[in-house]
């Protein structure tokens, strides 16, 4: 299994303003992933985050809004940007490792946000 | 597009019984099925992973069974304990490409909050 470490591990910010928030894994992966779970809801991915390249946005998610970076093969940063009470969720980050002929997942601790 | 459905929603019970979530998909052409635990405010734990290929996978006091010609999975957990309180996730990742010859992204369902009282 993977360590992931995420920071910070919750916020309370301004609105209007900006958060990044950093991933860190205890080995190297291909894909990083970034997870939104707003309050009540389930998971839904933002993007995929690969070394080298940019970030792969899911339906409904744009660059401006969450710029991410990928500088290595073990750290990721996601930023939520102009922040409106909207963005209020926990944001999570994943990888995958591929083992014997199957893919598992494996998540951060997750950043709680509360934009006010 | 594959939907995940968990039923119950909530589920609350004492101490000591058995009890059994359910997690339903609407593609049954999937590669693999995954359960986690998230406890308020925090991150997802990986508890069991099943391949398609695979009907049952155990740990401990948790078995989770897959179906995946009916598009069901079950996660059984005996003898349920306080410490077991949290909120239970099924993901499925699908089958993609030419044949099935590969994986796409995972999809939650909408999680069963369980409580296990003393």
């Known amino acids: 299994s993977a360590v992931i470490s995420q920071k910070p591990s919750r916020d309370i910010c301004q609105r209007g303003t900006s958060l990044t928030i950093q991933c860190q894994v205890d080995?190297?992966?291909?894909?990083m992933f970034w997870y939104r779970q707003q309050p009540g809801q389930s998971l839904t991915l933002i993007a995929t985050a690969n070394q080298g390249s940019e970030a792969t946005y899911e339906s409904g998610f744009v660059i401006d809004k969450f710029p991410i970076s990928r500088p290595n093969l073990t750290f990721s940063t996601l930023t939520v940007s102009n922040m409106s009470p909207e963005d209020s969720s926990i944001y999570l980050c994943s990888v995958e490792y591929f083992k014997v002929r199957h893919r598992e997942a494996f998540f951060g601790q997750g950043t709680r946000l509360t934009v006010v | 597009k594959q939907e995940v459905t968990q039923i119950p929603a909530a589920l609350s019970v004492p101490e000591g019984e058995n009890l059994v979530l359910n997690c339903s998909f609407t593609?049954?052409?999937?590669?693999?099925l995954q359960w986690f635990r998230q406890d308020p405010g925090k991150g997802l734990t990986s508890l069991l992973f099943?391949?398609?290929?695979?009907r049952e996978q155990t740990s401990g006091r948790l078995n989770a069974s897959l179906d995946k010609s009916s598009g069901r999975s079950t996660l059984y957990i005996a003898a349920s304990q306080p410490g077991d309180s949290a909120t239970y996730l099924c993901?499925?990742?699908?089958?993609?490409?030419?044949?099935?010859?590969?994986?796409?992204?995972?999809?939650f369902g909408q999680g069963t909050i369980l409580t296990v009282h003393p």
């Open positions: 099943i391949q398609s290929s695979q």
């Open positions: 993901a499925v990742r699908p089958l993609e490409g030419a044949g099935g010859t590969s994986y796409g992204k995972l999809t």
């Open positions: 080995s190297q992966v291909t894909m």
């Open positions: 593609d049954s052409a999937i590669y693999n």
